[in-house]
Nanobody, 121 residues
Framework: QVHVQESGGGLAQAGGSLRLSCVASGRIQCTSAMRWFRQAPGKERELVAAVTSLGFQTYADSVKGRFTIFRDNMKFPVYLQMKNLKPEDTAVYFC???????????????WGQGTQVTVSS
């Protein structure tokens, strides 16, 4: 239904910044809720940040005050601005697109392939 593609990963030093971008195409109703997840080696995938169709943002406690998810009026790209990076932010970052539960037929969440972020100390 939806194709998702991330970009912008790379190598940063601790204290530095990176910006990730996510674009999605396909069934537009199934891109209302956009989320960034990450998965570090040996760990489970975790939610980092989310934005709803109304622009409401939520963040994991570990990134509050450092990361910002931004989407301009339901357009793409969806950005994840990451500042004051820490080595523990090192992970593969995934963009996820989904509906908000009101779609008919229901949406099936779609994942991008991920982009590697590596933060050196």
């Amino acid at each position: 239904q939806v194709h998702v593609q991330e970009s912008g990963g790379g190598l940063a030093q601790a204290g530095g910044s990176l910006r990730l971008s996510c674009v999605a195409s396909g069934r537009i109703q199934c891109t209302s809720a956009m989320r960034w997840f990450r998965q570090a080696p040996g760990k489970e995938r975790e939610l980092v940040a989310a934005v709803t169709s109304l622009g409401f943002q939520t963040y994991a406690d570990s990134v509050k005050g450092r990361f910002t998810i931004f989407r301009d009026n339901m357009k793409f790209p969806v950005y994840l601005q990451m500042k004051n990076l820490k080595p523990e932010d090192t992970a593969v970052y995934f963009c996820h697109a989904d509906g908000e539960g009101r779609e008919d037929p229901p949406c099936v969440g779609s994942w991008g392939q991920g982009t590697q972020v590596t933060v050196s100390s």
